[in-house]
């Protein structure tokens, strides 16, 4: 196991304690394969991704981001968000609310432009 992969696991289970989610494959495959758009995802990867056996390609680390309501930048290297990365308000802005803009970002062009359309038109909408 390298120091990146062992890194990596001790973010994770750390932010899934500061979320509230139990540090186990099992619950985390349930809450992630109910988000993430691909193939799903086995315990088995997961338990490797907690055990810092594996670490986990870029699309999967923004879906656990989302999990955990933690810039996907600072779950996978630590520190703060790079430069240019910042989001205006993001602290400012409950739990829910981020983890929803980080699934949103995690969904397909496509989906997303569905999004956008919905909310545009949710927007204009006379109560």
């Known amino acids: 196991m390298d120091k990146e992969k062992a890194d990596f696991a001790r973010r994770l289970?750390?932010?899934?304690?500061?979320?509230?989610?139990?540090?186990s494959a099992a619950v985390l495959e349930k809450r992630f394969n109910s988000r993430y758009d691909?193939?799903?995802v086995t315990a088995q990867a997961?338990?490797?991704w907690l055990s810092?056996?594996?670490?986990?390609?870029?699309?999967?680390?923004?879906v656990l981001a989302a999990i955990?309501?933690?810039d996907p930048h600072v779950l996978q290297y630590g520190g703060k968000a790079r430069v240019?990365?910042?989001?205006?308000?993001?602290?400012a802005m409950t739990a829910p609310d981020r983890a929803m803009l980080d699934a949103f970002l995690a969904l397909p062009l496509a989906q997303r432009?569905?999004?956008?359309?919905?909310?545009?038109?949710?927007?204009?909408?006379?109560?």
């Open 84 to 91: 240019g990365e910042g989001r205006p308000a993001w602290e």
């Open 113 to 127: 432009k569905l999004v956008r359309e919905l909310v545009a038109a949710l927007g204009q909408a006379k109560p």
């Open 52 to 62: 810092g056996r594996y670490l986990p390609k870029q699309d999967k680390i923004r």
């Open 13 to 23: 289970r750390a932010a899934l304690h500061d979320a509230g989610i139990e540090a």
């Open 46 to 48: 997961i338990s490797g």
């Open 38 to 40: 691909g193939a799903p």
């Open 68 to 70: 955990v309501g933690m």
